[in-house]
């Protein structure tokens, strides 16, 4: 550029350069701030400069900017007839142009874009030029399982474009879509990990609520049952009876519990997780719920049952080997909660490496909660008992009512058996019954 440039600085032999290009549907993504768009085939030519450039220049709409080929040493003067800001500087329509933003390419003493038409650049600024073209995909409905195959095309295109054009090496193709997917691939990694915790109590709660219904089902018809099949009903005949009652507990709960996740999905703040309708996986998941719940309910009807007396007998003395295994099951859960909850204090994330480098989610570490509850759980049910016997005992013989009344209902509920009053004790409310029966005297006897 010639004369007066303004507060633009130039190279080190003194030359100021300026960036002069056509930019195809320039209108639709930017907005003028003053003037009109250039206009094609007018003397001198018209052009349009962004907001930055004329700022640093000091020009505007109505000046003159003379403009020498470096090839040809031709002087060109071009009159400022509008200028632009974008209207979106992020967009990637303005990769063609990055000295948009600033008025000037990083590290260089080169300014603009001053825009013309197509025709105007042809005619006069062809000499010394290079073309660009932005490729931009549409990314509507890609989800994360496609990232991989978006990575693999994306990296084709970068190396194989150069070629299938004819350019050779005298074009440079570059892109951040493979640096973008992975980054995705990080983000969605993470944002699953942070799912994986919540995901898996609900699923122990949903669980465990299940199967409680289950067992509190079968345990109010246990004496019902064994009485069956002490009249001699058999084992399909009871367990039709268990399935026709465990079809009026899951039926409802299989229809109402698709429609219910997606409006309840509705009610959080972040709506883009809201399906538009219950999907075929939301179906599928309910109705395993289902079958395992009909599943827990009718499997114990369907075992070979013991004669009325040992059925009513199990139920007030458990099976010792039962406590055993359940003893040892306990002790197992808290071992592996102590390993997750070391592990994951060194590690403070559920993301790890493997030796590949790549990052996943560890099942130890993303669980390691999920087992601090249960292990909690379980230690609250096995040591709460005990615990409350001996505060029981501790204060059996002082004048606390209210003490010994919510002392005594945890310790006085045992499996199978309700709790008794020791000899020499006090509890609160419960009166010493004697129950007696009166034996008619045969005749004759004195």
Excluded: K
């Excluded at 030359?15 to 085939?41: E, I, N, Q």
């Excluded at 994360?144 to 350019?167: E, K, M, V």
């Excluded at 994330?349 to 480098?357: E, N």
């Amino acid at each position: 550029m010639r004369g007066d440039t303004g507060e633009a600085v130039a190279d080190r032999s003194g030359v100021t350069y300026a960036s002069v290009m056509f930019l195809d549907d320039l209108p639709a993504h930017a907005r003028l701030t003053s003037g009109t768009w250039p206009r094609t085939g007018a003397d001198p030519v018209q052009t349009a400069i962004g907001e930055a450039a004329a700022t640093t220049l000091r020009v505007g709409v109505g000046d003159r900017i003379p403009i020498t080929d470096g090839l040809t040493g031709r002087v060109t003067e071009v009159v400022v007839t509008g200028v632009f800001s974008p209207v979106d500087p992020d967009a990637a329509y303005w990769r063609l142009a990055p000295e948009t933003s600033t008025g000037s390419l990083s590290q260089a003493a080169t300014y603009g874009p001053m825009t013309v038409s197509r025709d105007d650049f042809a005619t006069h600024f062809l000499a010394n030029a290079s073309a660009g073209w932005l490729v931009e995909p549409d990314l509507t409905g890609i989800g994360p399982t496609a990232l991989d195959r978006l990575a693999d095309a994306a990296a084709r295109i970068t190396t194989s474009s150069s070629a299938a054009a004819g350019l050779g090496d005298s074009a440079v193709v570059s892109g951040d879509l493979v640096d973008l997917v992975q980054r995705l691939r990080q983000a969605t990694l993470v944002g699953r990990s942070a799912l994986v915790t919540p995901m898996l109590l609900v699923v122990v709660l949903g669980g465990y609520a299940l199967l409680l219904v289950a067992i509190l089902l079968t345990e109010h018809r246990r004496g019902e049952t064994a009485l069956l099949r002490a009249r001699g009903a058999a084992r399909w005949q009871v367990a039709g009876l268990t399935a026709r009652e465990a079809t009026l507990v899951v039926l409802p709960a299989v229809v109402l519990a698709p429609p219910l996740v997606v409006e309840l999905l509705g009610l959080l703040a972040a709506v883009s997780l809201r399906p538009d309708r219950a999907d075929p996986t939301v179906w599928l998941v309910a109705g395993l719920a289902a079958a395992g719940c009909a599943a827990a309910m009718i499997g114990p009807s369907l075992r070979r049952g013991d004669s009325y007396v040992a059925d009513l007998a199990s139920r007030s003395r458990p099976n010792r080997r039962g406590m055993v295994q359940r003893a040892s099951l306990d002790v197992l859960l808290v071992g592996l909660a102590l390993l997750s909850w070391y592990q994951l204090s060194r590690y403070s994330s559920p993301l790890s490496r493997s030796r590949g480098g790549e990052l996943g989610v560890d099942p130890l570490l993303a669980a390691a909660p999920t087992l601090g509850v249960l292990a909690g759980a379980v230690l609250a049910l096995r040591l709460l008992p005990p615990l409350v016997r001996l505060t029981e005992r501790w204060v059996d013989r002082r004048p606390w009512t209210a003490v010994m009344l919510g002392t005594w209902q945890p310790a006085g509920r045992r499996a199978g058996a309700a709790a008794r009053p020791r000899r020499g004790g006090r509890h609160p409310g419960l009166v010493p019954r004697r129950d007696s029966a009166t034996v008619p005297r045969r005749p004759g006897r004195g």
